[in-house]
């Protein structure tokens, strides 16, 4: 069984920032991408941005320059920096970590249970 929780999320001002966790526990063999999504009201589930077991990045456009992922790979954690926040990143922002579990590896998306992103004044 693997899980995957994230935290940080919260009700932030315009220009405030945020940095989201998420950690992933169980019978990990091995973790290789690990990513975030978001899903505002009425929208679909949109990519925000990914890093890979080595460390390389990309990003949706709109966060580019704001938005910084990053991982701890001892930890099995992925992190999400967000700076200069916009009320349309409003959001509930989900991880998601493409995992080889220790009983069967085979290699499937495990996905958290979301953190909600409030961007208002």
């Known amino acids: 069984q693997v899980q995957l929780v994230e935290s940080g999320g919260g009700l932030v001002q315009p220009g405030g920032s945020l940095r989201l966790s998420c950690a992933a526990s169980g019978r990990i063999f091995s973790i290789y991408a690990m990513g975030w999504y978001r899903q505002a009201p009425g929208k679909q589930r949109e990519l925000v941005a990914a890093?890979?077991?080595?460390?390389?990045?990309n990003y949706a456009d709109p966060v580019k320059g704001r938005f910084t992922i990053s991982r701890d790979n001892a930890k099995n954690t992925v992190y999400l920096q967000m700076n200069s926040l916009k009320p349309e990143d409003t959001a509930l922002y989900y991880c998601k970590g493409v995992i080889s579990a220790d009983t069967t590896r085979v290699v499937m998306d495990y996905w958290g249970q979301g953190t909600r992103v409030t961007v208002s004044s």
């Open positions: 890093i890979t077991k080595g460390g390389s990045t």
